[in-house]
């Protein structure tokens, strides 16, 4: 089995926000492999289909960000998945637009979605893709920022992030996350 997971705010006020790249991915990606975000539990909206044999679930935490762990753990536990079976993506301050960074596991960063799976996974060995939205010019607050939308000539970028960001979580279906990382970091 397999569990993508994105992170991001529900509402339309949040949808072409930076902190919510995690949920433009699972979006792609639920469209590249025909999976259709149809149901609403564990506290967020999720799908799941058979891909080669094997189950893959996808999901988006509708906990808003900062409270993303109280979505993913029941799903997990409803489904006996193992910390194994997860990846996680975001976004990232510290990787510009346009960038994309696959990791087996790490701290949080500062970033509050992974302060709450760590909290409620009780492990930082997930594996993640972590989707570059930049830094805020000074003088500009980081709430603000990843909460306000991608500058227009930030979009070509922006865009080819997501499109990476979906091939490589297409590429685990099939090949070892270590193999995925080599490919796409």
């Not at 409620?120 to 000074?138: D, M, Q, S, W, Y």
């Amino acid at each position: 089995m397999k569990l993508f997971v994105g992170l991001g705010n529900p509402g339309k006020k949040y949808d072409e926000t930076r902190h919510n790249i995690g949920f433009r991915v699972i979006d792609e990606l639920a469209k590249s492999l025909d999976i259709p975000l149809n149901q609403e539990k564990f506290k967020g909206v999720f799908g799941f289909n058979t891909i080669n044999g094997e189950k893959v679930f996808l999901l988006k935490p509708l906990t808003y960000m900062n409270l993303s762990g109280e979505s993913v753990r029941p799903l997990m536990d409803f489904y006996k998945l193992s910390i194994d079976d997860v990846v996680v993506v975001y976004d990232d301050l510290d990787l510009p637009p346009g960038k994309i960074r696959l990791r087996q596991k790490g701290g949080h960063g500062g970033h509050n979605g992974i302060k709450s799976l760590l909290a409620h996974l009780g492990t930082e060995n997930f594996k993640r893709i972590r989707v570059g939205v930049g830094r805020p010019e000074a003088g500009v607050g980081v709430a603000n920022y990843v909460l306000g939308t991608f500058h227009p000539d930030e979009k070509e970028d922006v865009e080819a992030a997501v499109s990476h960001a979906v091939k490589a979580c297409e590429s685990w279906l099939s090949q070892d996350f270590l193999n995925v990382m080599n490919s796409y970091n």
